[in-house]
């Protein structure tokens, strides 16, 4: 099948979820997760696979045991598509990530380093400024309240240095494409916007053999 949007049910599922988030709500309507969620997100990973990689949609239930919040299901699906690349729809409307949100100690110390480089550095100040000028908004996850130790607190790049993890965002409102296949080209054209942003994080911060904290 061919993607083509997420109907107005899907939406009606999340906004029933968030009011009653129950085993009794999720089992008398579990097909429509199935139909008119599950399907189109699959179908959308599965078309952008060939492009940008594997796809993995994330299990619909709720990991509780350190959350102080007992409700058992996730009010929005999520997928990564490839190694730096998250789709995610709830009832606010469609969002979409790029980068990696967590960073371990030496993927952290890698990045720092790249940043603090007056040629990388400067590198990544371009094309964070790029990516912004574009739509998406960029996030730095667990930023630090001053400059990490061993950098001055005046450098350039602070910001950046503070941060230790780094992602693009942007979110899409409910509005009536949703329901259309012209949706795959949000997330297309959002994809290929932080294509150099996921370019230097992975010949700068990532391990050769794999991503540990990709989006």
């Given at each position: 099948?061919t993607?083509?949007?997420?109907?107005?049910e899907?939406?009606?599922?999340?906004?029933?979820?968030a009011?009653?988030n129950?085993?009794?709500?999720?089992?008398e309507?579990k097909?429509?997760?199935?139909?008119?969620?599950?399907?189109?997100?699959?179908?959308l990973t599965?078309?952008?696979?060939?492009?940008?990689?594997e796809?993995?949609?994330f299990?619909?239930?709720?990991?509780?045991?350190?959350?102080?919040?007992?409700s058992?299901?996730k009010?929005?699906?999520?997928a990564?598509v490839?190694?730096?690349?998250?789709?995610q729809?709830s009832?606010?409307?469609l969002?979409a990530?790029a980068g990696?949100?967590?960073l371990e100690?030496?993927?952290?110390?890698?990045y720092?380093?790249?940043?603090?480089?007056?040629?990388?550095g400067a590198e990544?100040?371009?094309?964070?400024?790029?990516?912004e000028?574009?739509?998406?908004s960029?996030h730095?996850h667990?930023?630090?309240?001053?400059?990490?130790?061993?950098y001055?607190a005046d450098h350039?790049?602070?910001?950046l240095?503070?941060?230790k993890?780094l992602?693009?965002w942007q979110q899409w409102?409910?509005?009536?494409?949703?329901e259309?296949?012209s949706?795959?080209?949000?997330?297309?054209?959002?994809?290929?916007?932080?294509?150099l942003?996921?370019s230097w994080?992975a010949?700068?911060v990532?391990e050769?053999?794999?991503?540990?904290?990709?989006?």
């Amino acid at each position: 099948m061919t993607f083509s949007g997420w109907p107005e049910e899907a939406l009606d599922f999340y906004d029933g979820l968030a009011a009653d988030n129950s085993k009794t709500y999720w089992t008398e309507n579990k097909a429509v997760y199935t139909d008119k969620i599950l399907k189109p997100m699959t179908e959308l990973t599965e078309e952008l696979a060939e492009e940008f990689g594997e796809p993995k949609i994330f299990r619909p239930y709720r990991d509780v045991r350190f959350s102080a919040d007992k409700s058992p299901y996730k009010t929005h699906i999520g997928a990564t598509v490839g190694e730096m690349l998250y789709i995610q729809l709830s009832a606010e409307g469609l969002g979409a990530g790029a980068g990696m949100w967590h960073l371990e100690s030496d993927q952290l110390a890698r990045y720092r380093e790249a940043v603090a480089d007056d040629k990388t550095g400067a590198e990544l100040e371009r094309i964070t400024a790029a990516v912004e000028r574009a739509g998406p908004s960029i996030h730095g996850h667990g930023a630090l309240k001053s400059a990490p130790r061993g950098y001055a607190a005046d450098h350039p790049r602070v910001t950046l240095l503070r941060y230790k993890g780094l992602t693009a965002w942007q979110q899409w409102p409910v509005e009536a494409w949703l329901e259309t296949a012209s949706a795959k080209d949000r997330i297309l054209t959002f994809f290929r916007t932080t294509s150099l942003l996921r370019s230097w994080l992975a010949e700068n911060v990532r391990e050769l053999t794999k991503i540990k904290g990709g989006i």
